[in-house]
């Protein structure tokens, strides 16, 4: 109704210069008119600015006395004009008339308030108030003196109401019939067919969408996918590394880490209570590792001391997985030979404390190549490969040490971000007396290099504390926002 | 691929012996050519007429053979016979001679310069002396439809006509003439049409209306006539009925009119070089000289070979065998293919005699596919390129992750060390001493034992999440180490799945479903509690779960995992307020489908 009227108007009107008289004029209330405005302008279909307007209303007495009359006349005509004593006056009107009454009736001169007897003035009176009081009521303020609002207003007959309104004008999408607005397409639209006819509330788009209910994968292991799928397009082959526990002789003294080396102090590596030993090892290979840390042979000197069989049967919880790089290499030179290139990604475990950026467990990352006739340049053009489909392709090398590595390479890639080299691996070349006593053939050679895959991830995804990445402390949202992992990808 | 229906017993006749079906079918693999069914005449008759009969005892077998869509000379019985037989050793690859005519006695065929508005080339050949019967017959009959199918696109570049040469006198005249000019007898007819009226008769003809369009709009029809104006035939459309040949006919003359020469020799190459054998002397041919209006001859067919240079290396070096050129020549005379020694360079090569039956051979790697035939496909030794082989238990752990996920859970990377009391006292559990494998000498007691189960690391992940929106929904897959007598270092990993769902109530009716979807995806049935086939839930009786909210999950017949309602108490040791279900199990057993 009230839509109708506003649309229709403005339809043949420019303007709607106030929406309080457009609303008495047509006798809606203008309460009603106000919410019609306010959606009719949400929708943008009019322009509404707003009008501020001061308005004097009727107080709840100054109502009763429109009807009663005022105090002052009630108290006037309740006397009698042989006049009656204060008593009998009391008795017959109420309180409140009496009180107001007869201060208003004095101050008119109108009765003569004795000690016992009250008598009229004046034979007749007007009942100005409740006059004025009518026509402030039917909105004809101009025509009552100020002195009279002054007055009224200081008897709290009246009051100034602030009152709004609004002109109006057509807006951008004025139309003189409204479309349905809908905030969402229902089976109902569908089925009604009414759907052509709708018109979609404005979407707010700077609010981001619902929450969305779902899984999610956790980042370090998607960043492992990714290296998964670089080794398998470089043609690696994934290494089975599911045994935690290893004795000491494949993770140590296999790959020709003498039995003094400080990596194997217990300081750096978890030594087992149970189960304490190892109870099987290929005997004639032992042997020959044995002989080979003691007097060396194919060529070495070897190290010279006495090697205890007790040590390399300590179980431990493996520091690295060249551990099982070292039984697939034997397992490989048990048979023909034939080239392989394997990778891993799994657990490990050092002896360490913890703290940002270390944990006394991390994932590393192997990638190992054994053919014949391999280079340091094809160590170097691999580890080039591998690490530009990281993202990396600044790379460096130093010089460094590794006791089954030799030459032996810290790998370094410039940092563009922090404008530094930073030290991304290590790599080398698997040393003679590590890889002859498996009996692999004299011209194989083993090029082979590792990393961590928290470094990486954590410089990926912007984390700086590793216990933020990997561990119970883990906040899930942050697994929850997490991106997926481009690695490899571009 | 072409299909070509021989009746089995003529084939098994001109074969020299009888086959099972599977040594047919097994002879026809190693040759290339596929036994594709086996029917009757009659049974296509039936089939034809949807009519349902029995089949009679006596109906003749028909095998339809697919041959290969550029051996034309494997189109009909006559062809395919003798290549099987060669194949197998029995035959001679034949020699086919062009009669020596002299040329004043060599029929002509004389070409008028209007054929080139419509169809420019005819070529021709005599068969002499031949001895038809009805099997033979109607194998020249179906070689030609084969032909004008295949090779001659719907008769569009070539149309074959044959004829009783007894029944028209040369020398013959090829001319295009307007329709209205042209009167004859077609086949099959025996009322004289004019060639208008009877392109508007076969519009009816559900055989010939197809190839009307190819002349129809011409303003003159191409036609052959013999000396005495007698109508051989309206190509492509129809001969005459005056030189239809019959069982009787002797001799047989062959036109190929064409659009597209050396299809057409090539159509006339395999049609004289298949019947020739019926022929008083065996493969040979009779040419004909076509003269064109501008005085140009030619003298046709030409039988001859075509010979091509082929080194050995590199036969044998892209079948990947080793053979010598004795070899080579064997097996290349099995497939009709004469090889002999070069006499070029160093000696290394062989020259391959292509007979006119073998349009297909157009260069080396066509010899040498005959020969990898020859030697068996299946002989080959084989050479696999280097290829890589996945870890099966990490591809199946990825799998499933990616379904947990796809459930709605988050997954969660925790420690694989933890501390004595976390891994057993917290858990309501005692240590029986069998399981696990505990640290010697740890820095804290963070890192006092190898996990046994994935239950704390996950518990632990929640007590620290406490803030963390409810329900939270997590999983892990993961190792944990167990105790191994059999292993060499005594201890063994195995691969666990764990989930967890934490909220206002427990959650046991989705961890439940969960297990129910794992095992759905892992395509595995839910089966009674003790049927081995499937998996089934039974009541379990577990310390870390709430008692009578709880269930082992029995896979195979083995118990692989339990899921329950964290029991309170477990709840409280981790400082977790709110109600807990877990499922954790081993799925290594999923590895065998």
């Known amino acids: 109704m009230a839509e109708d009227a506003i649309l229709g108007f403005l339809e043949k009107n420019e303007k709607i210069a106030d929406s309080g008289k457009f609303a008495s004029n047509i006798g809606i209330d203008h309460n009603e008119i106000v919410n019609v405005i306010k959606s009719l302008h949400g929708f943008r279909l009019v322009d509404a600015e707003d009008i501020k307007r001061e308005k004097w209303v009727l107080t709840d007495e100054g109502k009763s006395y429109t009807v009663a009359g005022s105090p002052e006349v009630q108290l006037f005509l309740a006397v009698p004009p042989e006049g009656i004593s204060r008593e009998e006056l009391q008795k017959k009107v109420d309180p409140s008339v009496y009180k107001i009454g007869c201060s208003q009736a004095i101050k008119n001169k109108w009765l003569e308030m004795g000690k016992a007897q009250v008598s009229r003035k004046v034979q007749q009176v007007e009942d100005q108030v409740k006059d004025l009081l009518l026509r402030i009521q039917d909105g004809e303020v101009h025509a009552v003196d100020q002195g009279d609002i002054d007055a009224l207003k200081k008897r709290k007959l009246i009051a100034l109401q602030t009152w709004k309104s609004y002109s109006l004008t057509k807006g951008p999408n004025y139309a003189p019939k409204r479309k349905k607005v809908a905030t969402d397409l229902t089976r109902e639209h569908l089925q009604r067919g009414d759907w052509k006819d709708l018109e979609f509330k404005e979407y707010n788009f700077s609010a981001k969408g619902q929450p969305a209910e779902g899984g999610h994968l956790h980042p370090l292991l998607k960043v492992r996918k990714q290296l998964q799928m670089i080794f398998l397009q470089m043609g690696f082959e994934e290494m089975p590394t599911n045994n935690f526990v290893e004795s000491s002789f494949w993770n140590f003294d296999a790959l020709f880490q003498p039995q003094q080396h400080p990596a194997r102090d217990s300081h750096d590596t978890f030594f087992l209570q149970v189960p304490s030993t190892t109870k099987k090892l290929p005997e004639d290979y032992v042997e020959r590792v044995k002989r080979v840390h003691e007097s060396g042979g194919y060529g070495s000197r070897g190290y010279g001391y006495d090697w205890k069989r007790e040590e390399a049967n300590k179980n431990l919880l493996r520091t690295h997985t060249t551990a099982v790089s070292s039984r697939m290499l034997y397992l490989l030179a048990q048979k023909p030979f034939a080239p392989k290139k394997y990778f891993s990604i799994d657990r490990v475990f050092r002896n360490e404390a913890v703290d940002r950026t270390h944990l006394a467990e991390f994932h590393q990352i192997e990638g190992l190549v054994c053919d014949r006739g391999l280079t340091l340049g094809d160590l170097i053009g691999v580890l080039h490969d591998f690490f530009s489909r990281l993202g990396m392709s600044k790379l460096r090398f130093k010089p460094a040490y590794n006791p089954y590595t030799e030459p032996s390479m810290e790998i370094f890639s410039y940092h563009e971000g922090f404008k530094k080299w930073v030290e991304i691996g290590n790599s080398g070349m698997f040393r003679p007396e590590m890889l002859l006593p498996m009996g692999l053939p004299e011209d194989v050679r083993v090029i082979a290099w590792g990393l961590s895959l928290e470094r990486p991830t954590m410089i990926l995804y912007g984390i700086d504390n590793i216990r933020d990445l990997f561990g119970h402390k883990v906040d899930l949202s942050l697994i929850k926002r997490n991106p997926i992992c481009r690695l490899g990808v571009d | ?593």
């Open chain 2, 1 to 593: 691929m072409p299909t070509v229906s021989v009746g089995r017993d003529r084939l098994f006749e001109a074969l020299g012996r009888t086959y099972t079906q599977e040594e047919f079918e097994e002879l026809c693999f190693d040759f290339g050519v596929e036994l594709d069914d086996v029917t009757t005449e009659k049974a296509v008759i039936r089939k034809e007429k949807h009519l349902e009969e029995e089949a009679g005892e006596d109906e003749e077998v028909i095998y339809k053979i697919e041959v290969p869509a550029n051996r034309y000379d494997l189109l009909c019985l006559e062809g395919l016979a003798q290549a099987l037989r060669i194949f197998m050793g029995l035959d001679e690859i034949p020699k086919y001679i062009v009669s020596n005519i002299p040329s004043e006695s060599l029929l002509k065929m004389h070409v008028k310069p209007e054929t080139s508005l419509i169809r420019p080339y005819v070529v021709c050949a005599v068969l002499r002396g031949v001895t038809f019967d009805e099997a033979r017959y109607n194998s020249f009959i179906d070689l030609q439809d084969r032909l004008h199918q295949n090779i001659c696109r719907r008769r569009t570049l070539v149309a074959i006509g044959t004829h009783d040469l007894d029944a028209i006198e040369g020398p013959f005249t090829y001319e295009a003439l307007p329709p209205t000019d042209i009167n004859f007898v077609p086949l099959k007819q025996v009322k004289s049409f004019r060639a208008d009226e009877l392109m508007e008769f076969y519009k009816t003809d559900l055989k010939l209306k197809k190839f009307l369009h190819i002349i129809e709009k011409s303003p003159v029809f191409p036609v052959i006539y013999d000396r005495n104006r007698t109508v051989l035939s309206l190509p492509p459309i129809i001969n005459g009925a005056h030189s239809a040949i019959s069982l009787q006919t002797k001799n047989v003359f062959i036109e190929c009119t064409a659009t597209d020469l050396t299809k057409a020799k090539i159509v006339l190459n395999i049609m004289v070089t298949m019947f020739s054998v019926y022929c008083e002397r065996k493969f040979h041919v009779e040419p004909v000289e076509v003269v064109y209006s501008d005085g140009k001859s030619n003298v046709l067919p030409d039988l001859s070979v075509f010979n091509l240079e082929v080194p050995l290396s590199y036969i044998t070096g892209s079948i990947g065998v080793s053979l010598d050129l004795n070899q080579v020549s064997s097996l290349l005379n099995k497939m009709q293919l004469q090889a002999e020694r070069s006499v070029s360079v160093d000696g290394r090569s062989i020259v391959v005699s292509v007979p006119p039956t073998r349009s297909d051979v157009l260069h080396a790697c066509d010899v040498m596919e005959d020969v990898a035939i020859a030697y068996g496909f299946n002989k080959i030794p084989k050479r696999k390129p280097v290829s890589l082989k996945p870890v099966a238990l990490n591809q199946i752990s990825d799998l499933i992750r990616l379904e947990i996920a796809m459930n709605g859970f988050t997954e969660v990377l925790t420690w694989i060390l933890c501390s004595y009391k976390e891994n057993f006292s917290m858990l309501n559990r005692k240590d029986d001493k069998s399981t696990a494998v505990i640290i010697g000498n740890p820095r804290s007691t963070d890192f006092e034992i190898v996990r046994t189960s994935l239950m704390s690391g996950i518990l632990k992940t929640v007590g620290h999440n406490k803030d963390h929106p409810k329900p939270i929904k997590i999983f892990e897959v993961g190792d944990i180490s167990v105790l191994d007598e059999t292993k060499d270092v005594g201890a063994k990993n195995q691969r666990q799945l764990a989930a967890l769902y934490c909220g206002a109530n427990s959650g046991f009716e989705l961890i439940h479903c969960l297990v129910d979807r794992i095992m759905e995806v892992v395509g595995t049935p839910f089966v009674p509690i003790g049927d081995d086939k499937g998996y089934y839930i039974r009541r379990s009786n577990e310390p870390e779960f709430l008692p009578g909210r709880q269930a082992s999950i029995v896979f195979r017949g083995k118990h692989i995992g339990t899921f329950g309602i964290v029991h309170p108490e477990v709840l409280s040791n981790f400082d977790i307020p709110d109600p807990c279900s877990f499922v954790e199990l081993n799925i290594e057993s999923f590895l065998w489908s």
